[in-house]
């Protein structure tokens, strides 16, 4: 298989250099959330807030979950909001999340920007924030600045972060023990492992946080959007595809096309959040076309910008162009899903009190 590669991240910092480094970058995480442990510079902003973060570097699904947990408030009445930092957006563009979620939720307003705090008390007190009446916070597990009422943490379950190591040594924001701060954890691309690992993992969370995990959820894709319109997944049974994402996990994505039964052609595998320019757009869409793909396949997080930077004509796959695909992505769970529903409902202010389910 054919695999155009640009710009992925660097390996940690390896051997000892790395872990001294490692030791100085724990004493500054370890020395920071004493603080706000202690509640200096935590800002309430006045409405409910749900945090959905990780402890890890890279996609552990925050964004799948945040979108279930917007609609899960949508479906209840609620009016939320979501927040975020905008991480690599571009002057005059939205980042990945933000115009993915965007297109999912037009009516939903989004903060996106460094400061969250100020972004939230400025949408708060406008016209356009008048009926929010919580907010979704996405990435905030070490966004301590804002007070939350529900502070969810996602592990996933193909990258044991009990086997990791603390940036620069690994790909761990923080050690394993602050899980034990999260009020829920929630193991998601369960898809990736067997039952026997899920409940190995499950194990170590329960002894790191306290609680047994409140959920686990597969990544799992409903049907396929194409340029004609949706056709089902398995439809891809037999299809050569060439595969092209620039997310945190991008084995996954690849992997789920493959069980789906698609043959792959080849794959165009860019950094995390790597910007589509024109020139690179159609640069994949000739290693695609020479691969001889019947279809270029994409995540809905990549497809927003894969969008704006090829002519309509060569996304819709004329001309001999392969036309481009998006698998729909929603998470499946396997356990644990009217805990979750109840836990957000009940920080949202939705059900009266929080589950009882929920650790802290």
């Not at 799992?220 to 060439?242: F, K, N, Q």
């Not at 020139?279 to 869409?285: D, K």
């Not at 497809?303 to 998006?326: F, N």
Request: glycine residues 8%; negative net charge.
């Amino acid at each position: 298989m054919a695999v155009m590669i640009e710009g992925r991240r660097r390996p940690p910092m390896p051997g000892p250099p790395g872990r001294i480094v490692e030791r100085i970058y724990r004493a500054v995480v370890s020395s920071r959330n004493r603080a706000f442990d202690a509640g200096r510079r935590v800002a309430d902003i006045g409405v409910p807030v749900i945090s959905v973060g990780n402890i890890s570097v890279g996609g552990t699904g925050k964004t799948p979950m945040v979108a279930h947990i917007v609609r899960t408030l949508l479906d209840a009445g609620a009016n939320p909001a979501i927040a975020m930092r905008g991480y690599k957006s571009q002057p005059g563009e939205p980042s990945d999340e933000e115009a993915q979620h965007e297109a999912m939720f037009p009516e939903t307003p989004i903060v996106a920007q460094p400061d969250r705090i100020a972004g939230l008390r400025t949408l708060l007190s406008s016209q356009r924030g008048a009926g929010v009446d919580c907010v979704v916070l996405d990435d905030g597990f070490q966004h301590r600045f804002i007070a939350r009422t529900l502070d969810i943490v996602l592990v996933d379950a193909s990258r044991d972060p009990f086997n990791d190591r603390c940036l620069p040594a690994g790909w761990l924001r923080e050690p394993v023990e602050s899980l034990a701060r999260a009020d829920a954890v929630v193991i998601t691309h369960a898809e990736r492992v067997s039952g026997e690992e899920i409940d190995r993992l499950a194990s170590m969370i329960e002894v790191a946080h306290g609680a047994t995990p409140l959920a686990a959820a597969r990544h799992a894709w409903s049907h396929i959007e194409t340029p004609t319109g949706p056709m089902d997944v398995e439809a891809l049974e037999g299809l050569r595809v060439y595969a092209v994402c620039a997310i945190g996990h991008p084995e996954a994505f690849v992997d789920q096309l493959k069980a789906a039964g698609a043959e792959m052609t080849g794959a165009a595998v860019l950094r995390d959040h790597a910007r589509y320019t024109p020139t690179l757009a159609r640069r994949i869409m000739a290693a695609a076309q020479e691969t001889g793909a019947e279809a270029i396949a994409t995540t809905e997080k990549d497809w927003v910008k894969l969008w704006r930077a090829l002519p309509d004509e060569m996304s819709r796959g004329e001309d001999g162009w392969a036309p481009v695909y998006r698998p729909a992505l929603a998470l499946a769970f396997d356990s644990g899903e009217e805990a979750l529903r109840e836990a957000v409902l009940g920080a949202a202010g939705r059900t009266g009190v929080l589950s009882s389910s929920i650790h802290g």
